[in-house]
């Protein structure tokens, strides 16, 4: 069996394969446990050779071998001795029909470790730092624009009820664990009921009130976790055909002020929003660390709202509906690109729905670059293209009655990979995400050549990634309990240059 490891962190690692056999004596068990040394795979770097299995433990330890940066050093005046370092025991058991999973490690261990199927005989082990989900942007400079950053975010976040119509999130994950799983960007749809905002699916009453997500979104921000993240808050209206736009854009800024975060109209210019960054434009990380970011699809001209449409949050000039290829508009002087096709046909077309959604979301790959098999998301530019970076806002999720409901749609079906099912759209954005973390650029993937190692136990550099954009799931816990966010989360670390898209480290 071949094993191809990645080391994405920032140390060397020392890996080795136990060699556990296990036998009877006297009614007791006995465990000799024997080790094969694999190697140091240094940061940023692949190595890979032929084993001879992978149904075994593993042990990951910080490598006593210094960095290669190190190594090449004369002076060696700072070295750091590593006396009986922590050793973690990972095991490779790829689940039946599983396409990638996330290898559980203990509780302690500083690493996330991703295992993907490759071929029937090859394997690939991605070791990720294991970052805060609760507090993954604290870790980020202040320089980078929100257009520059990864934020995950759930489609329809508190559609809990009306399976399998209207549910697109678990109740097993209210919006407090949205907040402390990484989730960023909030997609809040509402509806007038009895003169207050109740939380809306469509027709499907969703049981919240908007109140309740307020305090739960101010208690987040407030808390020693949450006091350097931000929130991107997208408000939608559900009840379009009985109440006005003008009583719900009045609604939404009266309970905004009401409830906690809000603030009271000073009328002297002040501009305090208490919690609410309410200006027309995407903004840099450091103005906006424990504010939330109106995100407004509602409200006509921004009538009642100071400033009009320059004081109600980053407002879309367009949003047409379910548009195949995506649509794009300026705010101010940053090229917004969105996809949000939800009315795909059926399951089939999953596909292609992950083709066109992904694809955005790789700053500098030409719109007129198809993917593999798929057409691909190919806009008309009618401004040019602005220093800043883009805003790329992608949308994974996709409904429609009765082959395209969201369970089916985000989790798949089956042992799709038996050729018993359909993969769904969250395992396949994983696998993508994995190829690229893992050292497969987009146009590796495009031409199906993964990156190779010269020789086996040869050291190949990872190339950088770089993912961008704001992206929206249904189910985002599955599959692998949770394991896509982190995978977008790492995405922030990787592909930065000092000077390029505001990263100043």
Not at 89 to 115: E, K, N, T
Not at 153 to 177: K, N
Not at 449 to 468: Q, S
Request: overall charge neutral; aromatic content about 10%.
């Amino acid at each position: 069996m071949r094993l191809t490891f990645v080391n994405l962190t920032s140390e060397p690692i020392s890996i080795s394969q136990s060699l556990l056999s296990r036998g009877l004596c006297g009614g007791c068990q006995i465990h000799n446990d024997v080790t094969e040394e694999i190697g140091v795979v240094h940061a940023l770097t692949v190595k890979e050779g032929l084993l001879k299995g992978y149904r075994n433990d593993y042990l990951l330890m910080k490598s006593l071998a210094p960095t290669r940066e190190r190594a090449d050093s004369e002076t060696g005046t700072s070295k750091e001795w590593l006396i009986n370092p922590t050793t973690f025991v990972v095991q490779l058991s790829m689940m039946f029909g599983a396409s990638w999973q996330v290898i559980d490690a203990p509780q302690d261990c500083p690493w996330r470790v991703y295992c993907s199927r490759m071929t029937t005989t090859h394997y690939k082990v991605l070791i990720l730092t294991r970052r805060k989900m609760s507090s993954f942007l604290s870790d980020l400079p202040d320089s980078l624009p929100l257009s520059a950053v990864v934020l995950p975010g759930t489609h329809d976040t508190m559609a809990f009820y009306g399976y399998p119509v209207s549910q697109c999130q678990s109740p097993l994950t209210p919006l407090s664990t949205q907040l402390l799983s990484g989730i960023r960007v909030l997609d809040i749809r509402l509806a007038i009921v009895n003169t207050q905002f109740i939380a809306y699916h469509g027709i499907y009453p969703q049981r919240t009130p908007f109140s309740a997500i307020l305090a739960s979104v101010n208690a987040f921000l407030t808390s020693p976790q949450g006091s350097r993240e931000t929130i991107v808050m997208s408000i939608k209206q559900e009840d379009f055909a009985i109440h006005s736009y003008l009583t719900f854009s009045k609604l939404v800024k009266e309970s905004m002020m009401a409830n906690p975060g809000g603030w009271k109209e000073p009328g002297d210019g002040s501009g305090d929003r208490g919690m609410w960054f309410l200006e027309n434009r995407v903004p840099k990380l450091g103005e906006v660390r424990g504010k939330v970011i109106l995100f407004s699809r509602f409200g006509g001209n921004g009538e009642g709202w100071e400033g009009g449409l320059e004081g109600m949050g980053i407002h879309p000039l367009v949003w047409p509906d379910s548009s195949r290829e995506g649509f794009e508009w300026m705010c101010k002087s940053t090229l917004v690109k969105a996809h949000d096709w939800y009315n795909i046909p059926s399951f089939l077309s999953i596909p292609e729905k992950v083709a066109l959604s992904t694809r955005i979301l790789i700053p500098g790959v030409h719109p007129d670059d198809p993917p593999l098999h798929t057409p691909c998301y190919n806009p008309i530019y009618t401004t040019p293209i602005p220093y800043h970076p883009p805003l790329a806002i992608s949308f994974l999720s996709a409904a429609s009655f009765p082959l395209s409901l969201p369970p089916i749609i985000a989790r798949g079906f089956g042992w799709p990979k038996l050729g018993l099912g359909i993969e769904g759209v969250n395992s396949r954005v994983g696998r993508w995400l994995l190829g690229i973390l893992g050292g497969d650029s987009p146009m590796d993937l495009k031409a199906g050549k993964p990156t190779e190692p010269e020789k086996d136990n040869e050291p190949v550099e990872v190339p950088e990634p770089r993912v961008r954009g704001w992206v929206l799931m249904d189910y985002f816990d599955e599959p692998e309990r949770g394991g896509l966010v982190p995978l977008l989360v790492e995405c922030n670390f990787h592909g930065r240059r000092p000077g390029e898209e505001g990263w100043s480290r």
